[in-house]
């Protein structure tokens, strides 16, 4: 069954959650959401280290939130960012997506200082990561 993606929910909560990044290395601070099947929003935002190489990037961090939760299956995700350098997710992360959807629409947007969206672009993991490397059957 298809579902509609409630693109403002998935961007309010990518929003939010980036309040609560912990980036005091970088002051880069990124907000993820992700749309399960079955119509959950779990978020996740960057938590760095000290150590620097330890840092988990938002992404990743939802993820890790949906897998905690008994959630698999991705159907959308948001990543919020600073403008003018909005994040698209980085290598791993794509990879990580990967593992989680054969095809994931991403919007990436960049908020000013005053917290507006001021960028919005869309993309396809596929298109991100062409090629990714699964072992799963698809689903
Ligand atoms: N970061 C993310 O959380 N997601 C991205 O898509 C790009 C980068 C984080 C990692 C690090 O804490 C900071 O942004 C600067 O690289």
Not at 32 to 37: D, E, P, R, V, Y
Not at 72 to 79: G, R
Request: net charge neutral; proline share 4%.
């Amino acid at each position: 069954m298809t579902q509609a993606i409630d693109w403002s929910a998935l961007e309010r909560a990518a929003i939010d959650v980036r309040a609560r990044a912990y980036a005091p290395f970088s002051k880069y601070f990124v907000g993820a959401s992700l749309l399960t099947k079955s119509g959950k929003i779990v978020v996740g935002c960057n938590v760095e280290n000290s150590t620097y190489g330890a840092t988990i990037c938002a992404e990743r961090s939802a993820v890790v939130n949906m897998v905690s939760q008994g959630l698999e299956e991705l159907l959308a995700c948001v990543v919020a960012s600073r403008a003018p350098d909005a994040a698209t997710p980085c290598g791993v992360c794509r990879q990580v997506l990967a593992e989680f959807a054969q095809r994931l629409p991403i919007v990436a947007i960049g908020l000013d200082e005053g917290g507006a969206v001021v960028e919005r672009a869309m993309y396809d993991l596929e298109t991100l990561l062409p090629h990714a490397f699964r072992l799963r059957s698809p689903r």
